[in-house]
């Protein structure tokens, strides 16, 4: 069964059918194999898995990030970013970076910055002289920072897999969050050399403050999320929706949000939401199908087998986590891999929010990641740039990224230090 599951999944995806869509397939093929009778066992199983207060929050992630781009914030992100670090050689380089890093403290999501942010960051680019395949590649890598800098959609998933705390896990993705963008501004610096990339005029010093106004107030509203919720004041939902009445009054006080921009917004967001559930609804109707082959407890014998230390665990699980980025989106696979692998990872005694950051960040490298890399797709529709380029040109930008996954895997501080500083160790 678990064969004709996944083969019909893969053979689904490869044929480009939405990926809700495919793991609705695979499942009702499933079902048939095994010969139930009736079929009224999948929606009530979808029904069960998305009954989690934990997903409340989820639409309202979405809607904070959607109302960021349509209410001005994104373009004086940008600004704000360009006046900070913009007249260091490969200037709008490192802009592209440190304006990921404050979008991620928004929209929580990976896609959203690519889609958001990515055609300010090619346009602008390309003016100033950097390649187009360059500046594709580069928004796509920093894009990856999003699901771990709080908010985050990914991490808010697998709190509600792993029973693990939000909290916890979003202090958690900040160090890692940061590596990436700090290796991502070493690269530039090293690949500036090379190319000879321009530098931006130093902004003086009424724009930098202006300019700063608007970044800091881009800046609150992590603070405001991360500050409700480890203090105890607001759950993750009711912190999201403080982040939706934020970004909000943010576009209202630009004047730049307008009830069409605004409804638009909100329709983006129940289109990406209704996509979201349905994928992790499905998922869990895959995951009961799992269970039923006990299909955890074999992988565990397997792993037990093959890797006789955590150390190697790490390598291998790794490895999987890599190959899977690649062929399968980050929200599916995780819903997918959760369930299987928990059980293998607390038998090796990894911490589960340590382990929550390793899934998120080897998932995140899939999107920036030939030939399946989603973020690929989508910064190829909004910049031009044909896919078959920013391909190519991606994959020297990802050494700096795989270098940090490997510090992040196999030095746990980097993760647990500050959940434990601000929260106390578990």
Not at 136 to 157: H, K, Q
Not at 211 to 229: E, F, H
Not at 374 to 379: E, P, R, T
Request: charged share 10%; with cysteine; proline share 6%.
């Amino acid at each position: 069964m678990s064969l004709i599951l996944f083969a019909s999944f893969v053979i689904g995806s490869l044929m480009r059918i939405p990926i809700e869509i495919a793991i609705g397939i695979a499942c009702t093929f499933a079902f048939l194999y095994l010969g139930f009778d009736t079929l009224y066992i999948i929606p009530n199983q979808i029904l069960d898995g998305l009954q989690s207060p934990t997903l409340l929050a989820i639409p309202f992630y979405i809607l904070a990030g959607n109302l960021m781009n349509v209410g001005g914030l994104t373009d004086r992100i940008f600004n704000f970013a360009s006046a900070l670090v913009g007249h260091f050689r490969a200037g709008l380089a490192h802009v592209n970076v440190l304006a990921s890093m404050i979008f991620a403290g928004i929209s929580g999501a990976a896609l959203a910055d690519v889609a958001g942010l990515g055609m300010i960051q090619v346009k602008a680019m390309r003016e100033r002289g950097y390649s187009a395949e360059f500046a594709a590649a580069l928004s796509v890598a920093s894009a990856t920072i999003g699901p771990l800098i709080p908010p985050s959609i990914s991490l808010i998933i697998y709190s509600f897999l792993s029973g693990t705390s939000i909290a916890r896990l979003f202090l958690a993705g900040l160090v890692p969050g940061v590596m990436i963008g700090i290796s991502l501004m070493i690269y530039n610096f090293v690949v500036a050399k090379k190319h000879d990339f321009p530098r931006e005029e130093r902004k003086p010093l009424p724009e930098l403050v202006r300019s700063s106004k608007d970044g800091l107030a881009a800046l609150i509203a992590p603070a405001i999320i991360i500050g409700s919720m480890v203090y105890g004041f607001a759950t993750a939902t009711e912190a999201g929706v403080l982040a939706c009445v934020y970004t909000l009054l943010l576009g209202l006080a630009y004047r730049e949000l307008t009830w069409k921009k605004f409804w638009n917004a909100i329709i983006d967001s129940v289109a990406i939401t209704v996509t979201i559930m349905l994928i992790i609804g499905f998922s869990h109707v895959m995951g009961w199908l799992l269970a039923i082959e006990q299909m955890p407890q074999v992988l565990a014998e397997t792993f037990l087998n093959y890797a006789d230390s955590k150390f190697m665990f790490l390598v291998i699980i790794t490895i999987l986590l890599l190959v899977v980025g690649c062929l399968v989106e980050g929200v599916p696979a995780k819903l997918i891999l959760v369930p299987i692998l928990l059980p293998v990872v607390d038998q090796f005694g990894v911490d589960r929010v340590h382990f929550g950051i390793i899934l998120t960040l080897n998932l995140l490298l899939g999107i920036a990641t030939p030939p399946m890399g989603m973020g690929l797709y989508i910064i190829s529709r909004v910049s031009g740039v044909p896919f078959e380029k920013v391909a190519v040109a991606v994959l020297p930008v990802l050494v700096p990224l795989f270098i940090v996954l490997l510090m992040v895997t196999f030095v746990p501080g980097f993760s647990l230090w500050l959940p434990n500083m601000i929260m106390g160790p578990e």
